[in-house]
């Protein structure tokens, strides 16, 4: 097989492939008998029909056809692999000559976004400058009746429901007479705004037993956002009566015996949850800093295909000035990808499985699963590698941020590895970097570029009767890409492991 490539721009390339026919022919061979497999032709017994007769039956372009969607995929790697490129997306592919004669070669041509060349400089340099850390007494009674709260009882009321207060309502929604959705013994807080809108309003002032209506858009469902006609039956009320704030409530709640210690241990909550949003700072701040050092060129096409399903999924095809602020921030996106991409590969960073296995049960808990059936439903949808790369990027941010200078705008050095990230929810900005399940892209950005790493499957060619028939194939995938919780996670990657090597044999 021979093979070249074109540079078409920083971002794209185009690689020309030719096989020969004696390449070929194994497919050819291995084409003619599937196809022989799958025919009843009067005379032959299945799988005995001699290549001449599918070739009068059929043609030969059947089997052209079937060859090539057999080992497109396979060239096409082969060529990447040759010319080291690596691609972002799929490819679009045109076929410039098919061996419907014997004799004549296989023919394409490849289009493809690839990863950028860029140089990287030294990070090390950057110095960030982030607020202080100060004592906050309003976030520390925050975090005393968020405690309260907690530990408080819900007690019936016998009067008009108010603001905080905690009902139990019958629901009925209907469109012009129609009924959209009942439900029945829906719990709801009024003043939290989880429901339908005016639902508070409507509530507030109506005692238990009595009826309300009003009109609201739905949420959800086929009808949403149209307005319907919404009656609540409010079956009852009820306060949150909180403990007091002593030392029997410090002995409930903590493993203090007294107020004034659960008191001072907040305060200490308060500061080192107070020392994460400067972590955060700084590691936004590093981050901001290294992409303006680097110009990192983004293929249109790739931008282009996440914002559409973005706006997609959101209904949102036609509201430009979201689209704007889509495309803003899924670009920075793809760059910071790239960015750290290029870190890992040029500082060589491994990922253990000790780490995969860290970040696997760590967001499966953020999605609220079961770590074992979360690695499993990874791997059936081939995502265990972005997986794998994503912990890649957040050690090299990591390293990145701790080579930097941090101070704060008193001028004192901030040490980022200071921040012990089991005291708050949060986790600490080198530890986020390295482990944590906060992204360290835009809300809107996108998931990760498709790795080059791994080829799924090659569309097939819709026909080969004639080279001017097959314009292009649609698209390849791009090439080959402490607990009882950690084992099994472990045991479920071992499953993955062992799949992939029964496959690779097979």
Known sequence: MKSAVETLSPTRVKLSVEVTSAELQPRMDAAYKTIAQQVNIPGFRRGKVPNRIIDQRFGRGAVVQEAVNDALGEYYSQALTEHNVKPLGQPEVNMTELPLEDGQELKFEAEVDVVPEFELPDFSTITVEVDPVTADEDDVQTRLENLRARFGTLVGVDRAAQ???FTSVDIKATIDGEEIDTAEGISYEIGSGTMLAGMDEALIGHTAGETVEFTAPLAGGDKAGQDADVTLVLQTVKERQLPDADDDFAQLASEFDTFEELMEDLRAQSEQGAKFEQGVQARDKVLEQMLELVEIPVPDSVVEAEVHSHLEGEGRLEDDVHRAEVTESTTKAVRTQLLLDALVERDKIQVGQNELVEYLIMTAQQYGMNPNEFAQQLDNQNQVPGMLAEVGRRKALAAVLESVTVKDTDGNVVDLNEIDPSDDEDEAPVAAAEESGDSVDSEDSVDSVDSPDSVDSVDSV???DSVDSVDSVDSV?????????V???????????????????A
Do not use: I, M
Request: negative net charge; proline residues 3%; hydrophobic residues 30%.
């Open 163 to 165: 603001e905080g207060d």
């Open 462 to 464: 819709d026909s080969v």
């Open 477 to 485: 995938d791009s090439p080959d890409e402490e607990s009882d919780e």
């Open 487 to 505: 084992s099994d996670v472990e045991a479920a990657l071992a499953e993955v492991e062992a799949a992939d090597e029964a496959s690779d044999k």
